[in-house]
């Protein structure tokens, strides 16, 4: 059985050094079916080995999700991925605080949007470091990415903008607002859902998956 290289990185754990070769600090070696559940090791590498630790993993991810690709971020103010009522109420205060006040995006922040969905989110970031970039282009991203549930920094200001221009005012909220309560609706990705779980590629880790990993482990793990 031929092993495959899949490498799981954490948003912050690039090595500086590799930046602009898009290479990871510590790269996992997954045998297919494989995870990292590895008590032995603290759960940092694969053991190489197919069996009922990998499918209790999996298992333990039930129900996780991949989230949806334009989540608003900003309007996570607890960052748990879901946009509660509280959220929601947090985000639209913005609105309220704006008066008469008007915002003109910077050209810098409105290329932070990467996919140019309108949003600015953690799949702008897995585009921008997909990318040949310098350690100085990397800090200067990180640093305004980091404010994005941050009132009064750029990136938040440009995750209120809803009416398809480079201004942010009330007519965001008046004339956005059936935008707003539809973002409000979706997802973040769950911390625990990872793409090599997901195989029949729903989005979402559920028993199917499970099943396969636990069959997959039985038939031919070497124990």
């Known amino acids: 059985m031929n092993a495959t290289v ?3 990185v954490s948003i912050r ?3 500086t050094e590799a930046i602009g070769s898009a290479v990871p600090k510590s790269p996992e070696m997954l045998l297919p079916g494989d995870t990292t559940w ?3 090791q ?3 590498w694969s053991d ?4 009922s630790a990998d499918a209790a993993y999996v298992q333990s991810c039930l129900g996780a999700y991949v989230g949806d690709s334009d989540f608003n971020p900003s309007m996570d103010v607890d960052g748990d991925n879901i946009i509660s009522q509280a959220d929601l109420n947090a985000f639209c205060a913005f609105y309220e605080n704006l008066g008469d006040t008007e915002y003109e995006l910077p050209q810098y922040i409105c290329d932070m949007d990467m996919n140019a969905d309108g949003v600015i989110n953690e799949t702008d970031y897995e585009i921008f470091i997909s990318n040949d970039i310098t350690e100085e282009e990397y800090n200067n991203f990180v640093s305004e990415f980091n404010g994005i549930r941050q009132p009064d920094t750029w990136a938040y200001i440009y995750n209120h903008e809803m ?4 201004y942010v005012n009330a007519d965001d909220y008046s004339e956005g607002i059936n935008k707003i309560n539809t973002d409000a609706q979706k997802r973040g990705r769950s911390e625990n859902y990872y793409e090599y779980m997901d195989k029949n590629e729903n989005g979402t880790i559920d028993q199917s998956d499970c099943d396969w990993f636990a069959n997959y482990g039985s038939q031919y793990a070497v124990l």
């Open 6 to 8: 899949i490498y799981l």
């Open 13 to 15: 754990e690039w090595d």
């Open 38 to 40: 590895n008590e032995e």
């Open 42 to 44: 603290d759960n940092q």
């Open 48 to 51: 190489e080995q197919i069996n």
């Open 163 to 166: 009416t398809g221009n480079i």
